[in-house]
């Protein structure tokens, strides 16, 4: 799930940037920014900044200016330091994003603090990410990997789903691993009867990203293991042959590209160094070689030059 946590990750660099502007910038000149972060696609369905009393004073589209949100918990432990807020419903929100809607569109929140060049508390920042569009990314990327997946919250209710039927009691062992924020991989039989290789994993961003203490919760049905059992000879015999007529190959260049000019260069320094008038090896295929060739002909000249009589 990298995909997963790389686009929310995304979002709160984006935001870090909001903030310096807003610690030197006019708020007010920054509604555009936040207006284009609010209109690319479904992700994003609100960013707004609200000063120390809680009044929102510029946001995405002008929704809630003016508005108090002193009271809220993004708000709130956004004064304290980064925040993520797992899935809510934001009444407010809902009415003017989505008036006559019978459901309340849910919310998952990112907030910090806007801190000026004086190092003075100045206001929060808040993100609204839409968590319809974060439910379809887990299936989306669930039905690509051909797995099941369950997204559980720290209080282990199930918030994403793409099981036909949830488990009326996750009592079962990967649901207490995920309370625990263990990660854990094994077979486990399910309240369907069925026996699944679970794999339980915390869904961490990196750095300094703050984290809604989610698990996930993947699984593959344990007949899939002895379908890949049953066709594995016909699989790896195919790869062998493969491997070793490339082995055969690799073997006979080697041998006719490397290893038998050195033999070459090898014997004819012996026939010189044996007193024979044999003609010096070259080669120039490789510097090793290039090297050799030049120290067999400085070896031939001293042969001559003893046999003559001359210097050494």
Same mark, same amino acid.
């Given at each position: 799930m990298k995909a997963f946590t790389r686009e929310l990750s995304d979002e709160w660099l984006r935001m870090e940037a909001l903030s310096a502007r807003l610690s030197s910038e006019n708020p007010e000149a920054l509604r555009p920014v936040m207006d284009l972060m609010a209109s690319e696609g479904d992700k994003i369905s609100w960013v707004g900044f609200a000063a120390m009393d809680g009044t929102v004073t510029v946001a995405s589209n002008g929704m809630l200016e003016g508005a108090n949100v002193s009271e809220r918990p993004w708000f709130r432990r956004g004064l304290e330091g980064y925040f993520a807020g797992d899935v809510h419903e934001a009444v407010l929100l809902a009415k003017l994003l989505d008036p006559e809607g019978e459901n309340p569109p849910r919310f998952i929140d990112y907030a910090l603090p806007v801190i000026d060049a004086e190092g003075r508390y100045i206001g929060v920042l808040g993100l609204h990410i839409n968590f319809d569009w974060a439910a379809g990314l887990v299936t989306d990327l669930a039905k690509a990997l051909d797995i099941d997946a369950l997204l559980v919250s720290q209080d282990g209710t199930i918030i994403v789903s793409t099981l036909d039927a949830d488990p009326a009691k996750p009592t079962i062992?990967? !649901? +207490?691993? =995920?309370a625990l924020a263990a990660t +854990?991989?094994? @077979? &486990?039989?399910?309240? $369907?009867?069925? &026996?699944? !290789? #679970?794999?339980?994993? *915390?869904? /961490? =961003?990196?750095g300094q990203v703050p984290n809604f203490g989610w698990r996930l919760i993947s699984r593959v049905d344990q007949t899939a293991f002895r379908t890949i059992d049953a066709d594995?000879? #016909?699989?790896?015999?195919? !790869?062998i042959l493969g491997l070793v007529a490339a082995l055969s190959i690799a073997t006979v260049i080697f041998v006719r590209v490397f290893a038998a000019p050195f033999g070459a260069a090898a014997r004819?320094?012996?026939?010189?160094?044996g007193? /024979? $008038? =044999? !003609? *010096?090896?070259? @080669?120039? +295929? &490789?510097? /090793?070689? #290039?090297?050799?060739?030049a120290a067999i002909a400085r070896l031939q000249g001293q042969v001559r030059a003893r046999l003559s009589g001359g210097p050494r």
């Open positions: 062992a990967p !649901f +207490r691993q =995920a +854990r991989a094994a @077979s &486990t039989q399910w309240p $369907d009867g069925k &026996t699944y !290789f #679970s794999v339980v994993l *915390p869904v /961490e =961003a990196s594995l000879p #016909s699989l790896l015999v195919p !790869f004819n320094a012996a026939a010189i160094a007193g /024979e $008038d =044999a !003609f *010096p090896f070259e @080669s120039q +295929r &490789t510097q /090793e070689l #290039s090297q050799l060739s």
